[in-house]
């Protein structure tokens, strides 16, 4: 991994489109700012680990709990 | 065609039921080609995987439970779908269903797009924070339920 000390106010570029930027430093808080293409998403990484475990969990689904599931619906939502 | 369904064993599909993900569902990035499908009963609809039969997800439009939601998701994770968010896109959750099926929850945080019009999809993820990856189905109707009792 790059490593790279940065101070506040202080950017990276990586590539030519996307630009990191210390904005504020606050006790063990850092808060960037990120300038970036419209089609480039950007998010916090424990959101993808937390949807792709979540993920994971749906997938395991046994094909026996599909007709349980669905007899439930039948009962609690239909009228 | 005849593909064979986690659900339903060998079926009969259609072409039309299609749906390409470019960039696959999150942890599931290789696969990118699945088929939507009624559920028999229930407000659901079946994501199978056109390549691998034992991978299937189950899908329910959140309006079903939450007459309040409200899809909130950034340009940047639809631009393989549509510039911004439109009737062409279709939006739902991916259903989780653990032993106790009382249990079973929506996943709010990343919830997965289809552009109706090419059929191409996303999980994008969510902007907002009360949207987590397990609401409990069953409570949030109950709470519903309660609340049309309470206000009339």
Redesign the interface.
């Known amino acids: 991994m790059l490593v790279l000390t940065r101070k506040l106010n202080e950017s990276i570029m990586i590539g030519d489109a996307v630009e990191v930027t210390v904005v504020e430093v606050k006790g063990e808080q850092v808060k960037l700012g990120i300038r970036?293409p419209?089609?480039?998403?950007?998010?916090r990484k424990e959101?993808?680990i937390?949807?792709?475990?979540?993920?994971?969990?749906?997938?395991k689904?046994?094909?026996e709990?599909?007709d349980?599931?669905?007899?439930?619906?039948?009962k609690?939502?239909l009228p | 065609m005849k593909i064979r369904t986690?659900?339903y064993g060998e079926i009969e599909v259609d072409e039309k039921q299609r749906v390409h993900f470019p960039e696959g569902?999150?942890?599931?990035e290789g696969i990118r080609d699945y088929y939507m499908i009624d559920?028999?009963?229930?407000?659901?609809y079946w994501l199978q995987s056109a390549e691998y039969p034992e991978?299937?997800?189950?899908l329910v439009n959140p309006r079903?439970f939450m007459e309040e939601y409200r899809l909130a998701v950034?340009?940047?994770?639809i631009?393989s779908l549509a510039p911004e968010i439109d009737t062409d896109l279709l939006d739902f959750a991916?259903?989780?269903?653990?032993e106790d099926?009382?249990k079973?929850s929506a996943?709010l945080?990343?919830p997965i797009l289809i552009n109706r019009k090419t059929k191409t999809a996303v999980?994008a993820?969510s902007e907002n924070d009360e949207y987590g990856?397990?609401h409990y189905i069953?409570e949030e109707?109950k709470k519903r339920k309660s609340q049309l009792v309470e206000t009339g």
């Not at chain 1, 419209?38 to 998010?43: A, I, N, R, S």
């Not at chain 1, 937390?50 to 997938?59: H, L």
């Not at chain 1, 349980?68 to 039948?74: S, T, V």
């Open positions: 970036a419209k089609d480039v998403k950007v998010h959101i993808y937390t949807i792709q475990r979540e993920n994971i969990d749906a997938s689904l046994a094909p709990s599909v349980r599931i669905e007899g439930l619906f039948k609690k939502i | 986690k659900p569902i999150i942890g599931f559920s028999k009963e229930g407000p659901f991978l299937a997800f189950l079903v950034r340009n940047a994770d631009q991916i259903v989780t269903v653990p099926p009382d079973i996943n945080m990343g999980q993820i990856v397990k069953l109707m």
